[in-house]
C-alpha cells in the first residue's frame, strides 16, 4: 500500500489508536482546523485576539517567550530587521531599536506605536523612501495567512529592501499550531518555505523544527518550521 493511503486509513479513524502514527506519512492534506475566532487578520478583533495571547499571566510569570526570542536572536541578533506582518510587536520589542514592523492590521500597528516602537500599514512603509536597507527580515507566523499562490508575491517586495548579504527568518506553525487559528488559511511547511525563498533568489541556509523536534507538530502548539536564509 503506498505511503499516502496508509495515512489516509489511519486519518479515518479505523485504525484509531494507530492514529498518532500519522504523523510519519506525508502530510497530503491541510491539519483539520478546531479553532473558532476572528478570520479576518486586518480586524480589530484580530488585534484583541493577540493581545489576549501575549496577556496571559501564566505565560508571562514563566517567561515562556524567552527561548523563542532566543531563537531568533541567534540569527537576526544585532541587524537592523524588517519584522513583516509583525502584529502588536511581539518580536519587533526585542530586535534592535533600528528596526521597523509592517502589517496591514492598523489596530496593530497603532498598538506597535504606543509602545514607543516604529510600525507602518504597507502602503506608508512602501511609499516612505527614507527608510534605507535593511541587514535582517523576519516573517514570523504570516505566511499561513495568506491564500495559497500569493505568498511569493506578497513578500518579494519587502525583500528588496533587504541588503546584499542579509538575513531572512522565515517562521511557520506545525500542526496543532497551525489548527489554532481561524483565520489560518495554508499550512506552509518548512519544505515549502524553502522552496519558496529559492525561488525569490535566496540561499536556504538552515531549515529545521523549533524547539521540539518535528514529531511533536501534531501534539504542541508552539512547534515551528524555521527557515534561515540569506541575500546574496
Ligand atoms: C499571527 S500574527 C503574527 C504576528 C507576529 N509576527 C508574531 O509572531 O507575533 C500574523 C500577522 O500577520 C499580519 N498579516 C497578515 N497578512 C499580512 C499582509 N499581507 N501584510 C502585512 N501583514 C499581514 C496580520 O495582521 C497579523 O498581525
Not at 473558532?36 to 501575549?54: F, H, I, N, V, W
Not at 511609499?127 to 507566523?141: E, I, M, N, S, Y
Not at 483565520?183 to 519558496?196: K, M, N, Q, Y
Not at 525561488?199 to 515551528?224: I, K, Q, W
Request: charged share 25%; net charge positive; hydrophobic share 35%.
Amino acid at each position: 500500500m503506498a505511503k499516502v493511503s496508509i495515512k489516509r486509513f489511519i486519518m479515518r479513524r479505523q485504525l484509531f489508536p494507530l492514529r498518532k502514527l500519522a504523523v510519519y506519512f506525508p502530510y497530503k492534506q491541510q491539519p483539520r482546523m478546531s479553532a473558532t475566532g476572528p478570520k479576518d487578520t486586518r480586524s480589530e478583533d484580530y488585534t484583541a485576539r493577540l493581545r489576549g495571547l501575549q496577556r496571559v499571566w501564566w505565560k508571562r510569570l514563566l517567561n515562556v517567550q524567552a527561548p523563542y526570542r532566543r531563537n531568533i536572536d541567534r540569527h537576526l541578533g544585532g541587524r537592523r530587521t524588517l519584522d513583516v506582518g509583525c502584529g502588536i510587536g511581539r518580536h519587533l520589542n526585542h530586535l534592535t531599536n533600528e528596526s521597523i514592523g509592517v502589517d496591514h492590521n492598523p489596530d496593530s500597528v497603532e498598538l506597535c506605536l504606543a509602545q514607543g516602537l516604529r510600525a507602518y500599514v504597507p502602503d506608508e512603509f512602501f511609499a516612505d523612501d527614507t527608510l534605507g536597507k535593511f541587514d535582517g527580515l523576519l516573517c514570523a507566523h504570516v505566511l499561513e495567512h495568506l491564500a495559497s499562490g500569493t505568498q511569493a508575491e506578497i513578500l518579494a517586495p519587502y525583500l528588496d529592501r533587504l541588503a546584499s548579504g542579509g538575513w531572512v527568518m522565515v517562521i511557520c506553525p506545525q500542526e496543532r499550531g497551525y489548527s489554532s487559528d481561524s483565520s489560518h488559511c495554508d499550512f506552509v511547511t518548512g519544505e515549502r518555505i524553502a522552496h519558496l525563498l529559492t525561488d525569490l533568489g535566496l540561499h536556504v541556509t538552515l531549515n529545521y523544527s523549533f524547539p521540539l523536534p518535528r514529531a511533536f507538530g501534531p501534539y504542541f502548539t508552539h512547534n515551528e518550521f524555521c527557515v534561515v536564509a540569506r541575500k546574496p
